[in-house]
């Protein structure tokens, strides 16, 4: 299986072996196919895709495509850490900010697009609500964090 994610058209090129017929899923939407290439449009922010067969031992394969313009943080809730995806964001410095529910600032540091994922300790937090502000020359919003 090979999956070939093409960002100017948000098509997903897909290249399968060894079945004489598949089962693609995307977004919850199944059909089957006898073909072992095929192009299929990517028409939500977020697109899960399952490719399987009725062969044994064949497996299953997942892969999630991310189309939106809005970071990705997680886990929620919160643990020791809490990671954010800046992938989707076209400013490099961007300056993330943790809030207690109360409006205390208890983190603030600049990141940079090209780390991609930054992950931010949170520890030493305790359990609660808080917010997490993410600012740039183009971007300004908040999150909602859930600590354990």
């Given at each position: 299986?090979?999956?070939?994610?093409?960002?100017f058209t948000?098509?997903?090129?897909?290249k399968?072996?060894g079945?004489?017929e598949?089962?693609?899923?995307?977004?919850?939407?199944?059909?089957?196919?006898?073909?072992e290439q095929?192009s299929?449009?990517?028409?939500?922010?977020?697109?899960?895709i399952?490719?399987?067969?009725?062969q044994l031992?064949q497996?299953?394969?997942?892969?999630t495509i991310?189309?939106?313009?809005?970071?990705?943080i997680?886990?929620d809730?919160?643990?020791?850490?809490?990671?954010i995806?800046?992938?989707?964001?076209t400013?490099d410095k961007?300056?993330?900010?943790?809030?207690?529910?109360a409006?205390?600032?208890?983190?603030?540091?600049?990141y940079k697009?090209?780390q991609?994922?930054?992950?931010?300790?949170?520890?030493s937090?305790?359990?609660?609500?808080y917010?997490?502000?993410?600012?740039?020359?183009?971007?300004n919003?908040?999150?909602?964090?859930l600590k354990?």
């Amino acid at each position: 299986m090979l999956l070939d994610f093409v960002a100017f058209t948000n098509y997903a090129n897909l290249k399968m072996s060894g079945a004489d017929e598949y089962t693609v899923q995307v977004n919850g939407k199944s059909f089957q196919t006898r073909k072992e290439q095929i192009s299929i449009p990517l028409l939500d922010e977020i697109n899960a895709i399952s490719i399987y067969t009725n062969q044994l031992y064949q497996g299953k394969y997942r892969e999630t495509i991310y189309l939106g313009t809005t970071p990705i943080i997680y886990p929620d809730p919160v643990g020791n850490s809490v990671s954010i995806d800046l992938k989707t964001l076209t400013i490099d410095k961007n300056e993330i900010a943790i809030f207690t529910e109360a409006g205390v600032l208890v983190h603030s540091n600049n990141y940079k697009v090209e780390q991609a994922i930054n992950e931010i300790n949170t520890s030493s937090l305790r359990s609660g609500i808080y917010f997490l502000r993410l600012k740039n020359d183009n971007f300004n919003k908040s999150f909602k964090l859930l600590k354990q």
